[in-house]
């Protein structure tokens, strides 16, 4: 039985190991080379298909350069304004998240950098565990080790999700504002931005009191905003 148990625990450990060297082997790859599609990208794409079989996900790789600099700004303003400052977690964040979520009983926040979310985005499942959550956190210092932070914004604005089967910047700009991911004037990078915590809703509900003040707020911080 002791033998079993310890043979158990050797796999595990076996596996373990493998699939970090797995997910080393592809964030070595992505630090210049464009991923074609993420788990998550995949995950939402089976969810669609189950309901309408020809769907499909709306997606355009393009290059940082090509990148409206107001949405790179309104981005990090929303989701992570010490983004260029930290090596992957903002601990003040994380710990103001974790009191409001103590206060409510329930998880309102986040404290998510833009390294852990584009983590979660490429590898792992939507479920909130303790392994999903130390793996995020193993990926995210692995990204931050291996990548600028110019290539982990260019790669996390084209893959996160912005509606129904939209990701990634061009796709955005495109569904909701007939236009190219460089052309993005202020008030259109702050309403993307604003979307990003809830996309799917938002697609659905454009024009929402808290959108329009949150959009706002977006975009009044941009300006103090510094971009890798």
């Known amino acids: 039985?002791?033998?079993?148990?310890?043979?158990?625990?050797?796999?595990?450990?076996?596996?373990?190991?493998?699939?970090?060297?797995?997910?080393?082997?592809?964030?070595?790859?992505?630090?210049?080379?464009?991923?074609?599609?993420?788990?998550?990208?995949?995950?939402?794409?089976?969810v669609m298909q189950e309901s309408h079989p020809e769907a499909t996900i709306q997606q355009q790789w393009v290059p940082y350069a090509k990148i409206s600099n107001h949405l790179k700004r309104a981005v990090i303003a929303a989701e992570d304004s010490k983004f260029v400052d930290h090596e992957g977690f903002d601990w003040v964040g994380i710990e103001t998240a974790f009191e409001k979520n103590l206060k409510k009983g329930k998880i309102v926040a986040g404290g998510s950098t833009i390294s852990q979310q584009l983590a979660k985005n490429l590898f792992l499942s939507g479920h909130r565990t303790p392994w999903r959550k130390a793996q995020e956190a193993v990926i995210t210092f692995m990204l931050e080790k291996l990548m600028t932070k110019r290539r982990i914004l260019e790669v996390y604005l084209n893959v996160i999700e912005w509606g129904e089967g939209v990701f990634g910047a061009q796709a955005a700009a495109k569904h909701y504002f007939h236009a190219s991911a460089a052309s993005l004037a202020p008030a259109q990078a702050a309403r993307l931005a604003a979307m990003?915590?809830?996309?799917?809703?938002?697609?659905?509900?454009?024009?929402?009191?808290?959108?329009?003040?949150?959009?706002?707020?977006?975009?009044?911080?941009?300006?103090?905003?510094?971009?890798?």
């Open 196 to 228: 990003i915590p809830n996309p799917r809703f938002y697609d659905l509900h454009r024009s929402t009191r808290y959108l329009n003040r949150h959009t706002a707020t977006i975009q009044a911080r941009m300006r103090l905003v510094k971009i890798p």
């Open 1 to 46: 039985m002791k033998q079993s148990i310890k043979l158990f625990f050797a796999l595990f450990l076996l596996w373990a190991l493998l699939y970090q060297v797995w997910i080393l082997g592809h964030i070595l790859w992505w630090v210049d080379h464009n991923p074609d599609a993420t788990a998550f990208m995949q995950a939402r794409l089976e």
